[in-house]
């Protein structure tokens, strides 16, 4: 924590992908992506998220340290469970990565959802969105305090902004964490092609 704590003074919020319309034209709408707001990058910064200390709880209202996450390849993303759209789809672009992992490798590879809205999502709200989306045993869904949140967000280069409604404007990307927490790909955008981050879990499992 102490390590990343400065780069709260960097956050800026821009307004991003929307997630709160009611019409389905809205929901396209707000999920347009934008090119000047796009964050894909080719390099990271090498350094290891695991360093963000403080207690998470999951869906299973287990208290967690992301240290514990060690040992295993990680694919994280930050979603809100009340969006109608850009989660959702989100969630199935992660989805589509599960399914390229070859089913002897499928033990090496974890999948982690965060929530922005430490409000709303609680851990037995998380539980009915795992359970909605049909996610595996080896899904967590995680709770934290505005701070944490806020600060892996930041590690993570995913924007977000709450609304007048409490709903959430936010960047959509998927990274992957190698076994020690450090990003080796990401897939910015809803519905973007995953190849690099199956490269990189190619690369990455034994």
Not at 21 to 48: Q, V
Not at 161 to 180: C, P, R, T
Request: proline share 2%; charged share 30%.
């Amino acid at each position: 924590m102490k390590k990343f704590s400065g780069l709260l003074g960097l956050i800026f919020l821009l307004v991003f992908i929307g997630c709160n319309g009611d019409k389905k034209e809205d929901e396209k709408e707000c999920c347009k992506p934008s090119d000047s707001l796009s964050t894909e990058s080719s390099t990271y910064s090498g350094e290891s998220l695991y360093q963000l200390s403080g207690e998470w709880v999951t869906e299973d209202k287990q208290t967690l340290e992301l240290e514990q996450l060690k040992g295993k390849i990680q694919i994280v993303s930050m979603i809100f469970s009340h969006c109608e759209y850009a989660c959702p789809r989100l969630v199935a672009d992660m989805k589509i990565i599960e399914e390229r992992i070859p089913d002897n490798k499928k033990d090496q590879v974890d999948f982690l959802l965060v929530s922005f809205d430490v409000e709303r999502d609680s851990p037995e709200r998380l539980k009915e969105f795992k359970t909605k989306e049909k996610l595996g045993a080896n899904w967590r869904l995680l709770h934290g305090d505005e701070s944490m949140v806020r600060m892996l967000s930041v590690l993570l280069d995913i924007k977000y902004e709450k609304q007048s409604d409490g709903n959430f404007a936010h960047s959509n990307i998927i990274s992957v964490l190698d076994k020690d927490g450090v990003i080796r790909a990401k897939v910015d955008g809803l519905g973007a092609d995953p190849s690099n981050a199956i490269e990189a879990i190619t690369k990455l499992l034994r």
